[in-house]
């Protein structure tokens, strides 16, 4: 069966320090990967999505960056965290006009 | 924007009573998807509807699709304490991309 692992599940970091975020799946090949942010009471905004390794799309132009260094693994970075950061990071796949399979989330604190 | 927006933001219920959220959007879809999320964990979801279809069940969820309107209804019926949750719509931008609204949170009263 499929399965999508993110980790950590809460991180506080300072404003300026770098971040890594790691969602990986199992059980399924070439899937469409996403990463999505959720702020506090608000619905999920799209960051960046990714149809195969090494192929991202950006959503947003912000503070942000993704990596798909292998076909199922998918990583949200930053170089300088800034205090707008903060959210609750949410990692999905979907094998393509159909429903989304979600990770557990992270919830970042920028401080 | 091709996000849709539930209504209401909000909905506070008696266990056992009916629950109805609605959502709208903007511009052509090929199909509209439910999701439930629980407080602080990912988003669960619950049912995917086509553009060529009208309604669609699943246990005690029912799920509307009006084309026209630009506009589609979750209903929960018998609701539960454990029904709480927030509820949200998305639909396709693309094959590949859905857009979410912003949710409506619902608390079911024992």
């Known amino acids: 069966s499929q399965t999508i692992h993110q980790w950590p599940a809460t991180l506080v970091q300072p404003v300026g320090s770098p971040l890594s975020l790691e969602c990986t799946v199992e059980?399924?090949?070439?899937?469409?990967l996403y990463w999505y942010r959720q702020a506090a009471g608000r619905g999920l905004q799209l960051l960046f999505y990714?149809?195969?390794?090494?192929?991202i799309s950006s959503e947003v132009p912000q503070n942000l960056s993704a990596s798909r260094p292998q076909d199922r693994q998918f990583i949200l970075s930053s170089k300088k965290l800034l205090l707008s950061d903060s959210g609750f990071y949410l990692c999905a796949w979907n094998a393509g006009g159909s429903g989304y399979t979600f990770g557990s989330g992270t919830r970042l604190t920028v401080v | 924007s091709q996000q849709g927006e539930e209504d209401p933001q909000a909905l506070s219920i008696q266990e056992g009573e009916n629950a109805t959220m609605n959502c709208s959007y903007k511009?052509?879809?090929?199909?509209l998807q439910w999701y439930r999320q629980n407080s602080g964990r990912g988003l669960v979801h619950l049912i995917l509807i086509r553009s060529n279809e009208r309604e669609k069940h699943s246990g005690r969820l029912r799920v509307t699709l009006d084309t026209s309107k630009k506009s589609s209804s979750l209903l929960i019926t018998a609701s539960r304490a454990a029904d709480t949750a927030s509820y949200f719509c998305?639909?396709?931008?693309?094959?590949?991309?859905?857009?979410f609204g912003t949710g409506t949170s619902l608390t079911v009263i024992p």
């Open positions: 998305a639909t396709d931008y693309n094959r590949d991309q859905f857009y």
């Open positions: 511009t052509s879809i090929n199909n």
């Open positions: 990714s149809v195969g390794i090494g192929q």
């Open positions: 059980g399924t090949s070439n899937p469409n």
